[in-house]
């Protein structure tokens, strides 16, 4: 009895010096075991140096055994490896799990991790599957074999991906090489070098291009380091797609995304009217900017003619604005704090095309009418309406951002109703202003 004892310490003290002073090789010597071994041989190792082997293992071994241990084990572990090996681990385990795990860490430590965890709608980050296994380069052909066997995947696996130490991504290996290989070979000699990759925030469209591009039914995902996130599959794809294709374009007119083809009469009309009685409110407000100049329409009538080629001009240039913006703000390529140097560029674009557009439109109407007077007011009332217009592009999804409303909802009625009121006040206002240049 005294005999095992002594044994049982000794081999505790040399997993210990092992994992103490070789963690990533520890990693990978536990990666080839079952998770339950992995977990009964770390439970052996002091709790500060089982953190170094935590965080060298690949977070689809580590949410395995995450899973086993028990919330006090496993949140003493999620907190005390870095915050985004966390967050990798969090967003492969079971939801529910999840939550009452980042419930019992501290406010400032769970916030941390959700925002890690969360990547903005139709990114790659957003779309991929993280429950991925990744090799190493050293490990075995039989080794492999062994790993997907105990696995037991319920999806399809084509080709294993080859990380190094740091889990950055560097081969893959075919599953019919790896079926044919010599039980030996190292899956470094079996690995095709060519990778195509993609990063988290990815758009939709550089996806679907990478996929079709390379024929590729999965296209695996990394992040500024090159470690591997996740995978997007073709199928997976496809299916969002089909979902979600819509969805944008019935926001953005103030029609609810739950609402359907299909939807009833009754649901339609209470997701649709409020936003119709919205847009009419806004149109009176529009129309009571052209009634304010009522007289001034009335004296100068080509100016009723003219009054909706400014308010179309100022609408297009607030709608690019405004989808560039809200893509930005979608794909976090700014921030809400980025609005004054948002602003500063529409300002110039606005500038910009406002002038090309009005020397053209000013050419026409000076054909049509032979009013100089007339063609000073276009000119100069298209240049600040399309000025105006590009600023509330920006203002109009920053200020929905910053209130906590959704940045699509709607947005487009905000802005025309902004563009209409601007575009008729420059209009007339500077044509009142000018009227004594008027015919």
């Given at each position: 009895m005294t005999e095992q004892i002594e044994h049982q310490k000794a081999e505790s003290i040399l997993i210990t010096r092992f994992c103490q002073e070789a963690p990533q090789s520890a990693a990978n010597r536990l990666e080839t075991l079952s998770v339950e071994d992995a977990i009964e041989i770390l439970e052996q190792v002091p709790q500060e140096i089982a953190l170094?082997?935590?965080?060298?293992?690949?977070?689809?071994?580590?949410?395995?055994?995450?899973?086993?241990?028990?919330?006090?084990?496993?949140?003493?572990?999620?907190?005390?490896?870095?915050?985004?090996?966390?967050?990798?681990?969090?967003?492969?385990?079971?939801?529910?799990?999840?939550?009452?795990?980042?419930?019992?860490?501290?406010?400032?430590?769970?916030?941390?991790?959700?925002?890690l965890m969360v990547y903005p709608i139709d990114t790659a980050g957003a779309l991929m599957d993280t429950?991925?296994?990744?090799?190493?380069?050293?490990?075995?052909?039989?080794?492999?074999?062994?790993?997907?066997?105990?696995?037991?995947?319920?999806?399809?696996?084509?080709?294993?991906?080859?990380?190094?130490?740091?889990?950055?991504?560097?081969?893959?290996v075919k599953l019919d090489s790896l079926a044919l290989a010599?039980?030996?070979?190292?899956?470094?000699?079996?690995?095709?070098?060519?990778?195509?990759?993609?990063?988290?925030?990815?758009?939709?469209?550089?996806?679907i291009e990478k996929l079709e591009s390379y024929g590729l039914d999965e296209l695996t995902?990394?992040?500024?380091?090159?470690?591997?996130?996740?995978?997007?599959?073709?199928?997976?794809?496809?299916?969002?797609?089909?979902?979600?294709v819509s969805i944008d374009i019935q926001t953005m007119v103030g029609v609810s995304k739950d609402e359907r083809a299909s939807s009833g009469s009754k649901f339609a009309v209470r997701k649709r009217l409020p936003w119709m009685q919205v847009n009419l409110l806004t149109a009176f407000a529009a129309a009571a900017v052209v009634g304010i100049f009522e007289s001034t329409i009335a004296k100068f009538t080509a100016l009723a003619v003219l009054l909706p080629v400014v308010a179309g001009q100022s609408g297009n240039a607030g709608?690019?604005?405004?989808?560039?913006?809200?893509?930005?703000?979608?794909?976090?390529?700014?921030?809400?704090?980025?609005?004054?140097?948002?602003?500063r560029k529409e300002t110039i674009v606005g500038l910009a095309n406002g002038v090309a557009v009005a020397i053209v439109c000013g050419i026409a109407v000076y054909i049509w009418s032979g009013q100089p007077g007339l063609v000073l007011v276009i000119s100069s009332s298209m240049i600040l309406a399309m000025v105006i217009a590009g600023i509330a592009g920006v203002l109009v999804p920053v200020g929905l951002k910053k209130?906590?409303?959704?940045?699509?909802?709607a947005s487009s009625i905000v802005l025309t109703t902004i563009t209409d009121i601007t575009g008729f006040f420059a209009f007339l206002g500077i044509a009142t202003l000018f009227a004594g240049f008027l015919a």
């Open positions: 170094e082997v935590w965080s060298a293992l690949s977070p689809n071994m580590s949410a395995d055994m995450v899973e086993l241990l028990d919330d006090s084990d496993a949140l003493a572990i999620l907190k005390g490896i870095d915050p985004g090996r966390s967050a990798s681990i969090l967003t492969i385990i079971e939801s529910e799990r999840s939550e009452v795990l980042m419930a019992g860490m501290e406010p400032s430590i769970s916030r941390e991790i959700r925002e429950r991925i296994l990744l090799f190493k380069g050293n490990m075995t052909a039989d080794e492999a074999l062994q790993i997907l066997r105990a696995r037991r995947l319920k999806r399809k696996v084509a080709e294993l991906r080859i990380v190094d130490d740091e889990q950055r991504f560097r081969s893959i010599d039980p030996n070979q190292t899956l470094d000699e079996l690995s095709d070098q060519i990778v195509v990759v993609v990063d988290p925030n990815a758009s939709r469209e550089e996806i995902v990394v992040d500024h380091d090159g470690r591997v996130l996740g995978a997007i599959r073709h199928s997976t794809l496809l299916d969002v797609l089909k979902e979600d709608a690019q604005a405004l989808a560039v913006a809200m893509r930005g703000l979608a794909l976090r390529e700014v921030q809400v704090r980025d609005w004054p140097k948002m602003v209130i906590g409303q959704d940045p699509a909802v």
